[in-house]
């Protein structure tokens, strides 16, 4: 596939949680993070071409995403962020 990506500007992820209970609950709320849109296209198409999916998400700087969305056109599948535990990080021996 061919594709062709979208990535905000960092901003403050303060008032962005909407009803994401979780990542505010997990300490994410205070993160910067971004806004990324893929969208993929068919190689075998010429000319001016529509995405045959297009996956939109939120990405905070350490890694976490949510609000995952991959919109076929005639249907999209939403993923929103239910459970989220931060686990210790623990040094290389």
Request: glycine share 10%; proline share 3%.
């Amino acid at each position: 596939y061919s594709t062709t990506s979208v990535i905000s500007d960092g901003q403050s992820a303060r008032d962005d949680l909407g009803d994401e209970i979780v990542a505010r609950d997990a300490g994410v709320s205070g993160l910067s993070h971004w806004q990324v849109v893929v969208s993929y296209f068919n190689q075998e198409t010429t000319g001016e071409r529509t995405p045959i999916v297009v996956m939109s998400y939120v990405l905070y700087d350490n890694g976490i995403v949510r609000g995952l969305k991959f919109d076929y056109g005639n249907f999209a599948i939403l993923g929103r962020l239910a459970n989220l535990e931060i686990l210790p990080v623990e040094a290389c021996p």
